[in-house]
């Protein structure tokens, strides 16, 4: 069978299923936007509970950071996610499910060389560019200023 382009183009039409772009939407701006509502009742808690602004942000991110790792470790993260597609990864949540994650596929590997090792093969990039992101809008707006 002799396979050209226009074939190719035509088999994985055929072969690939029909995204639902404006559910999947839906769903990740209805998941997104419940768990930085969770956020908010966790700061407005905090702060009635007697915690000054700065100290309620603080204990609010530990809690999604905490639940998001427990979620992940009990393997519901994944259960959301696969719901909620890009919902679940905007939010700080996202970023500790990817943490917890390298940290369970390394297990097996030992604690120094599995989890210590490769807990970090994710955050290093999100660090990376962060910090290199952060010094060049510092720099743009230095110089607009």
């Known amino acids: 069978m002799n396979m050209t382009r ?3 183009a035509d ?3 055929y072969a690939s299923p029909r ?10 701006f209805l998941t997104g936007g419940t768990i930085c509502a969770i956020g908010q009742v966790l700061l407005q ?14 204990w609010t991110s530990i809690v999604l950071i905490a639940v998001a790792a427990i979620f992940t470790g009990l393997g519901w993260y ?6 909620a ?22 297990q097996s590997e030992g604690f120094v060389f599995g989890v210590g090792a490769k807990i970090f093969s994710i955050c290093g990039p999100v ?18 200023r």
Do not use: D, H, W
């Open 45 to 58: 808690l905090f702060k009635t509970a007697g915690f000054g602004e700065t100290q309620a942000a603080t």
């Open 85 to 106: 597609g890009a919902g679940t990864l905007v939010p700080i949540t996202g970023f500790s499910n990817a943490v917890a994650s390298c940290a369970i596929e390394a």
């Open 19 to 28: 995204s639902k772009g404006g559910i999947n939407a839906a769903a990740a």
């Open 127 to 144: 660090i990376l560019y962060g910090c290199s992101a952060s010094v060049i809008y510092g720099l743009v707006y230095y110089f607009i």
């Open 78 to 83: 994944e259960k959301i996610a696969r719901v």
């Open 6 to 8: 226009e074939l190719y």
């Open 11 to 13: 088999m994985t039409k």
